[in-house]
């Protein structure tokens, strides 16, 4: 049964499938003849990354970083600490970052500049989600999967309180009717 919490769906699981695979095909012909890196960003952008990841026809392996932000259960406060860094240096390569959506920028702002110090030979972002109208910070991003209203979502990775990873659609939280959050907290993203 579909959960009460859960509203309007805005990509539903074919759009998904059909994007994702288009992402795959304009990133292979970007990076033709070279090596790619991808960094996904633990949690959200597993599900993204592992349907991106088959469909690029490229050499390509894939590192992870987890970062944990401050601020409330729907809302980041740009403070980000980095919980598990990668495994490999990334001097002299050719990085993209894989997340999961795009909302505020600024957890996207830290950590391209933590790994632009670094020295890669290029860094880019691919984002399968963005709220450009919740945007505090400019940045590059790359490419884009969806652009989405000012909304809460969750599905296809992306969680509310760790819950909804599994759907396999990317739906608007209910917040109305979301359970109750206690304040502060420390999210892994
Ligand atoms: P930002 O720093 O404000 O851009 O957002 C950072 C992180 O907040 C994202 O990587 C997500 O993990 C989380 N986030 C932002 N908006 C949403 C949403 O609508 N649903 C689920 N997670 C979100
Ligand atoms: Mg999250």
Request: proline residues 5%; hydrophobic residues 45%.
């Amino acid at each position: 049964m579909r959960d009460a919490h859960l509203g309007q769906i805005f990509v539903q699981q074919d759009e998904l499938a059909h994007r994702v695979r288009a992402l795959g095909e304009q990133i292979s012909a970007d990076y033709a003849g070279r090596e790619l890196l991808l960094v996904c960003v633990l949690k959200g952008a597993v599900f993204f990354l592992s349907d991106l990841m088959r469909g690029l026809e490229v050499p390509c392996q894939v590192d992870f970083m987890a970062v944990a932000s401050y601020g409330s259960q729907t809302e980041t406060s740009g403070v980000v600490r980095i919980m598990k860094d990668l495994e490999e240096p990334i001097a002299g390569r050719e990085v993209l970052i894989v997340e999961d959506i795009v909302d505020s920028g600024l957890t996207l702002q830290y950590l391209l500049r933590a790994l632009r110090a670094r020295e890669p030979a290029t860094l880019e972002v691919c984002a399968l989600l963005t709220k450009p109208e919740r945007r505090k910070v400019e940045l590059p991003i790359r490419y884009v999967g969806f652009e989405i209203p000012n909304r809460f979502v969750v599905g296809y990775g992306l969680d509310h309180a760790e819950r909804f990873r599994n759907l396999p659609y990317v739906a608007a939280l209910d917040e109305g009717r979301a359970p109750a959050e206690a304040g502060s907290r420390q999210s892994p993203t």
